[in-house]
Antibody
Framework: QVQLQESGPGRVKPSETLSLSCNVSGGSVISGSDYWSWIRQPPGKGLEWIGYIYNSGRTNYNPSLKTRVTISGDTSKNQFSLRVTSVTAADTAIYYC????????????WGQGTLVTVSS | QSVLTQPPSASGTPGQRVTMSCSGSYPNIGKNTVDWYQQLPGTAPKFFIDSANRRPSGVPDRFSGSKSGTSASLAISGLQSEDEADYFCAAWDDSLNGWVFGGGTKLTVL
């Protein structure tokens, strides 16, 4: 059974960089077909796909965030990470990591989510 | 502003049939399966059913999914109080090579 767990600071100051990690168990971030994604949800609002990493390091990002986002993988720890630069209050959200078995398939496993608040 | 459009709310009484919609465009709903997620308060979304009516084990067959053109629907028959939740639609978008989501529909069981 695949399990995902997000970790990282709960508060980030405006203009700084948000960094989160997702620890994966029961699956492998170097698996050729799995798409490991970050998804966020501002409080009381809808979901937004941020980006994914797959096939040992290939990435793709939501165009709305592409200039500020980096997703990377650490195969030794079986983790993948998210960095968002130059954050503003609009980046305040619950951040989820999730897995899809392949492109166009549903996200069948999710982390519990971690709330990140952008505030000075 | 979500790429997929969902009505913000829906409601029904126990036993009633309720449907909710999800509207998109050709690169997403028009070409790909639509997935529906249920989110209970304070929890992560959970994949519930897709537009080909495939559902994970444990999801009751009172739930059904369908798609026509660039719109999709989720129907719930025999509505129960435990169905009260937020429902989000999502689809792969061939132009983004990524996923797009709807803003969610809050279902209230009266």
């Amino acid at each position: 059974q695949v399990q995902l767990q997000e970790s990282g600071p709960g508060r980030v100051k405006p203009s700084e960089t948000l960094s989160l990690s997702c620890n994966v168990s029961g699956g492998s971030v170097i698996s050729g077909s799995d798409y490991w994604s970050w998804i966020r949800q501002p409080p009381g609002k809808g979901l937004e796909w941020i980006g994914y990493i797959y096939n040992s390091g290939r990435t793709n990002y939501n165009p709305s965030l592409k200039t500020r986002v980096t997703i990377s993988g650490d195969t030794s720890k079986n983790q993948f990470s998210l960095r968002v630069t130059s954050v503003t209050a609009a980046d305040t959200a619950i951040y989820y990591c999730a897995r899809a078995r392949y492109s166009s398939s549903p996200f069948d496993h999710w982390g519990q989510g971690t709330l990140v608040t952008v505030s000075s | 502003q979500s790429v997929l459009t969902q009505p913000p709310s829906a409601s029904g009484t126990p036993g009633q049939r309720v449907t909710m919609s999800c509207s998109g465009s050709y690169p997403n709903i028009g070409k790909n399966t639509v997935d529906w997620y249920q989110q209970l308060p304070g929890t992560a979304p959970k994949f519930f059913i897709d537009s080909a009516n495939r559902r994970p084990s444990g999801v009751p067959d009172r739930f059904s999914g369908s798609k026509s053109g660039t719109s999709a629907s989720l129907a719930i028959s025999g509505l129960q109080s435990e169905d009260e939740a937020d429902y989000f639609c999502a689809a792969w978008d061939d132009s983004l090579n990524g996923w797009v989501f709807g803003g969610g529909t809050k279902l209230t069981v009266l």
